[in-house]
């Protein structure tokens, strides 16, 4: 997994896909198919999540269509489509998608979190988990925001590595909580 960074905007590469989940706590402003995360859906993978405005997830669909990252529509390598969920933190400057895609670097940190006037959190994993268990880690890590004080509206994002791994559920809610905690520490 490769992470772009701007200000104000933040991206999670998962160009081969990785299973997310994602919770709400307010009204959902500035979101892209988060529906597809609901763990009913047929969308099993992510290529990407995306904690930006439209103007970044154009540029990440765009970087990911151009290298055959996607979810496959025709017999051609290029005739892909994206899965790309995003949530916006409102307040923060827009941030060219493209290039954070380009200047990605691999994942330093478990978690990311901005805050404007939403908040937006996104955790990783390292466990094999289905899209309800994905989704169970972001309602829990939900709980780093309420911590740290923050009471705008918020949407939290949780991608699991695949990696297969002992580790229990409840151990990796707590862990995920911990490290979003940190995270709103430093934005």
């Known amino acids: 997994m490769l992470v772009g960074r701007a200000a104000g905007a933040a991206v999670l590469l998962t160009p081969g ?3 997310a989940g994602v919770d709400v706590r307010g009204a959902p402003v500035g979101t892209r198919e988060l529906d597809l995360l609901d763990p009913s859906t047929l969308v ?7 904690l930006g405005g439209p103007s970044v997830v154009d540029g990440v669909v765009r970087w990911l269509a151009e290298r055959g990252h996607g ?5 051609q390598p290029f005739e892909v489509v994206p899965i790309v969920p995003a949530a916006e933190p409102l307040g923060l400057p827009p941030a060219d998608g493209y290039a954070m895609c380009t200047s990605a670097v691999p994942l330093d940190a478990p978690a990311l979190a901005l805050i404007g006037s939403t908040a937006v959190g996104l955790v990783v994993v390292d466990a094999d988990l289905d899209p309800a268990g994905c989704r169970r880690v972001a309602m829990s890590a939900q709980d780093a925001l309420a911590r740290a004080g923050v009471t705008a509206p918020a949407t939290v994002f949780a991608v699991a590595t695949g990696h297969p791994t002992d580790t ?3 151990t990796l809610c707590t862990t995920a909580t911990t490290a979003l905690h940190h995270a709103v520490g430093r934005s």
């Open 44 to 50: 099993r993978r992510v290529h990407a999540v995306v």
């Open 71 to 75: 979810f496959p529509v025709g017999p």
């Open 168 to 170: 229990g559920l409840n």
């Open 17 to 19: 896909g990785a299973v």
